[in-house]
């Protein structure tokens, strides 16, 4: 009898072992699971950090770009206004550059016109009266448009004639 009574204690050992033995294995595989995602939290964080560092340097960065803008708005506020002046100086010194050559053109024509008048004159005293009607303001009209639009082919304004006809010259 106690030979059984051995048998039966070596068998609930036996299944207290191979109890032992399924949640031995239990917690192992727990622990594996556990350590895994121990290393993916290891990983992720060290993802984080370097997302962290390239956004500090990206930061960095930009911080940079924006010191240098606001330094150029800076120094643009500063000269802006003086570069200002500088340019209406220049477009002053131009405007007048530019009425002097328009009066010097109107004069140069006005005597270029007054010349043709007075050489048309006399061509027409040479000739004789009889043969040749006199000179009229429609005839003097009609060349000034010939000037007028010899002007417009080679690209300039016409010159302003209003002293000029009836006889009239203010130079």
């Not at 770009?65 to 477009?91: G, Y």
């Amino acid at each position: 009898h106690q030979e059984e009574t051995l048998l039966q204690t070596i068998a609930k050992n036996e299944q207290r072992v191979n109890g032992i033995r399924v949640d031995l294995n239990i917690l192992e595989e727990q622990i594996n699971q556990k350590m895994n995602s121990i290393a993916d939290v290891l990983e992720n964080e060290q993802v984080l950090q370097t997302q962290m560092r390239e956004k500090n340097g990206e930061q960095e960065l930009w911080k940079r770009e924006v010191e240098q803008k606001l330094s150029r708005l800076i120094t643009m506020r500063d000269t802006i206004p003086q570069d200002i002046f500088n340019l209406n100086e220049k477009l002053t010194s131009t405007r007048q550059e530019c009425m002097k050559y328009s009066q010097d053109e109107n004069f140069k024509t006005k005597d270029e016109m007054e010349r043709m008048r007075k050489e048309l004159a006399q061509v027409q005293r040479l000739l004789g009266s009889s043969t040749t009607k006199p000179v009229t303001q429609q005839d003097v009209d009609y060349r000034e448009e010939d000037v007028d639009m010899i002007f417009r082919k080679l690209g300039h304004t016409p010159p302003i004639r209003s002293n000029i006809r009836h006889g009239d010259s203010n130079e």
